[in-house]
C-alpha cells in the first residue's frame, strides 16, 4: 500500500480573529484562540463539539485540554505539538493532523495557532537579563539576538553568492502591501507602500529594511482537517490536501550558525519530497503563499522550491511577476506576514484555501495548486499543497 | 571603541557564563587566558562547532577542546541598526561578523568587526581575533572580537 498523504484529508473549514497590531488585541490569548476555533467551524457549518483532535506549533500556549474543556467536546483523540523551528511548523501541524486523519486516529483535527505579542511578550526583542549561558552565550553579547539579526547573516551570505540585489526583497515587500491593499482583514490594509518608500525606510539589519520585516500581532487562526471522503458534506467547495511535509537538511540544527549548508531556507531536502507527495512540479503551482519572516527567507524557498534559479533572482522577482491576478507566481496574495498579519503563517495557509475555494481578496484565476511555504530558514521548516477536486 | 565602556558594545547585554551542563566551560576557560580552543574528536580528528557531547562524524564521546590559531575568514556579516536591547539604544550601528576556520573543517563562531561600524565589509577576507576581557564585571568575561588582517 502506497504510503503518501496525498488526497486523504480535505480542509472544511478556516477561520481567524480580526487581526490586531500587537498589545491592541481586547481579548485574551486564550479566548482569541477560541473564538478562531468557533470562526473555522461556523465556515465548515459544523458543531465544534465534533472537533476531536488540535494540533499546533511552536509551543502555543493554548493547551488542547483546556480548549476541549472549554468548548465542551466529548472525544478528545490527538492532542500535537510540531517541536521547534516556530514558524516553520505551520504545515507540519497541518501534516500532522493530517496524518491523523488520514489513519483513523481522529476524525475532525482543528489546527490552530494564537498569539498575542502584545500580552506575552514582543519575537523582536533580545533578552533582558544578567547573564546568558548556552547557544546564546556565543551570539548575544555580540548584539546578536533577534530573528532579523539571526536571520540576516544567511541571507547576506546568500545575496554575496549569487549576485542578488537589494531590488529582489523589495519587489517580494511591495508585492505583500499590494494584495494588502485589497484585503480589509489586513493590518496593513490602505497603508500602501512605493519604491520610494521602500527605500527611505530606515534599516533594522542590513539587507532588512524595515519592510522587509514581519509585522508583530495579536490574533488566532484555525482550520478544520476532515477525511477527504466527507469533503463534500460541508459548507464550501473542498479543498483537498496533495502534500505536506516538514524538516531539514544535513545538521541544520549545529549551533552558533555552523550548518554546513548555511545559506539557504532549509528546504533543499524538504521541497523534493514535497513535490513527489503531491505528484505535482513548480510548473503546476497556480499561486504561492510563503512565508514572510524576512524577505530574504521568500527569495530563498522560491529558489529552493524551483520557481527560479539562484542566479536568477534579480529578473524573477519583480513585483509584476509577483501580484494577482497575472502575475507569473502571485505571491502572498492576502498580504501575508509583512501586511496582512503575523499569526506565525497560519493565516498564509488560510489563504492558500481561500485561493482554492476562490474567494481570496486578490484572486487567481482557475487556481487548482495552492501552495504554502512556512517559516523559513529555521529548523525544521515545513510547507504543503493544496488542490481541488481536479488534482486528485 | 564606542563609549559605555570597554568593549565594542556599550555594556549591559548579558554577559556569557558557561552552560550549566559544563559544555562549552573549556571554551570560556580558554578565551579568559587568550586561547581560542574549539572542540576536536580525539577519535576521528573532526572539528566541531558548536560543542556537543559526542562527535557528530563517528560519535565517539573522546572530545577535547584544542587550541586554533586565532585567525579566521569572514564567512557572512551584518551592520546592525535597530537595537533590540535597551543597553544597545544610543549605540549607533555595530557590525557582527561570522568567522569561519577554513583549516579546522570550515567551523565558524560569531563576533563583532572592531574599528569603524561604517567600514566597507569583504566576505572572504581574513581577520585576527582580538580577546575582550571585561574583568570588572560581575561575573567576569571575555569576549573574542576580530580585526582585519
Request: net charge negative; charged share 20%.
Amino acid at each position: 500500500m502506497e504510503r503518501s498523504l496525498r488526497g486523504t484529508v480535505a480542509i472544511a473549514g478556516v477561520g481567524e480573529t480580526a487581526y490586531y497590531k500587537r498589545g491592541q488585541a481586547p481579548d485574551a490569548e486564550f479566548k482569541l484562540a477560541l473564538m478562531a476555533v468557533l470562526a473555522a467551524c461556523e465556515d465548515a457549518g459544523i458543531s465544534p463539539k465534533q472537533v476531536d483532535g488540535f494540533a499546533s506549533f511552536s509551543n502555543d500556549r493554548s493547551d488542547p485540554s483546556r480548549l476541549a474543556a472549554a468548548l465542551g467536546i466529548h472525544d478528545l483523540r490527538f492532542a500535537n505539538m510540531q517541536w521547534g523551528g516556530g514558524g516553520g511548523g505551520g504545515s507540519g501541524a497541518l501534516a500532522n493532523a493530517a496524518a491523523a486523519v488520514a489513519t483513523g486516529m481522529a476524525e475532525c483535527v482543528v489546527v490552530f495557532r494564537a498569539l498575542a505579542q502584545g500580552q506575552f511578550g514582543r519575537f523582536g526583542q533580545g533578552p533582558v537579563r544578567n547573564a546568558i549561558s548556552g547557544d546564546g552565550a556565543h551570539t548575544v553579547p555580540y548584539g546578536l539576538m533577534s530573528p532579523a539579526q539571526s536571520f540576516a547573516m544567511k541571507v547576506k551570505r546568500f545575496m554575496h553568492e549569487h549576485g542578488v540585489e537589494q531590488s529582489a526583497l523589495r519587489a517580494l515587500s511591495l508585492a505583500s502591501y499590494h494584495h494588502a491593499q485589497n484585503n480589509p482583514r489586513a493590518v496593513m490594509y490602505g497603508r500602501p507602500l512605493t519604491e520610494e518608500k521602500y527605500d527611505d525606510s530606515r534599516w533594522i539589519v542590513e539587507p532588512f529594511h524595515l519592510f522587509d520585516c514581519c509585522l508583530e500581532n495579536d490574533g488566532a487562526a484555525a482550520m478544520v482537517v476532515v477525511p477527504a471522503q466527507r469533503a463534500k458534506d460541508y459548507a464550501h467547495k473542498p479543498t483537498y490536501l496533495l502534500g505536506a511535509v516538514s524538516g531539514s537538511h544535513y545538521r541544520a540544527g549545529a549551533s552558533v550558525h555552523n550548518a554546513p549548508d548555511y545559506a539557504t531556507s532549509t528546504f533543499k531536502t524538504c521541497a523534493p519530497r514535497l513535490y513527489d507527495m503531491a505528484q505535482v512540479g513548480p510548473g503546476d503551482v497556480d499561486v504561492l503563499q510563503c512565508y514572510e519572516n524576512f524577505t530574504g527567507g521568500v527569495l530563498m524557498s522560491i529558489v529552493e522550491h524551483g520557481f527560479c534559479e539562484p542566479d536568477e533572482c534579480n529578473e524573477f522577482l519583480v513585483k509584476e511577476n509577483l501580484v494577482a491576478p497575472d502575475g507569473k507566481l502571485p505571491t502572498n496574495t492576502s498580504g501575508g506576514n509583512l501586511a496582512e498579519c503575523y499569526m506565525h503563517g497560519l493565516g498564509l495557509n488560510i489563504e492558500a484555501v481561500r485561493q482554492i475555494r476562490g474567494e481570496s481578496s486578490n484572486q487567481v484565476e482557475d487556481v487548482d495548486v495552492s501552495m504554502v511555504v512556512s517559516g523559513p530558514m529555521v529548523t525544521p521548516v515545513s510547507s504543503c499543497i493544496f488542490g481541488t477536486e481536479a488534482t486528485l | 571603541m564606542s563609549g559605555g565602556g570597554t568593549g565594542y558594545l556599550h555594556s549591559g547585554l548579558p554577559k556569557p557564563v558557561p552552560a550549566p551542563d559544563g559544555l562549552d566551560a573549556p571554551f570560556w576557560e580558554g578565551v579568559a587566558e587568550g586561547k581560542l580552543k574549539l572542540q576536536r574528536c580525539r577519535a576521528c580528528g573532526r572539528w566541531q562547532w558548536g560543542p556537543e557531547w559526542i562527535c557528530h562524524n563517528c560519535h565517539s564521546d573522546d572530545l577535547v577542546f584544542e587550541e586554533v590559531p586565532p585567525v579566521g575568514r569572514i564567512y557572512s556579516f551584518e551592520r546592525v541598526w535597530h537595537p533590540v536591547h535597551p543597553a544597545l539604544k544610543n549605540q549607533g550601528p555595530y557590525i557582527v561578523v561570522l568567522v569561519e576556520f577554513p583549516e579546522h573543517d570550515q567551523a565558524r563562531i560569531v563576533g563583532n568587526l572592531l574599528g569603524d561600524p561604517h567600514q566597507d565589509v569583504v566576505i572572504g577576507d581574513e581577520v585576527h581575533a582580538v580577546f575582550e576581557h571585561h574583568q570588572d564585571e560581575d561575573p567576569a568575561f571575555t569576549l573574542v572580537q576580530w580585526q582585519v588582517a
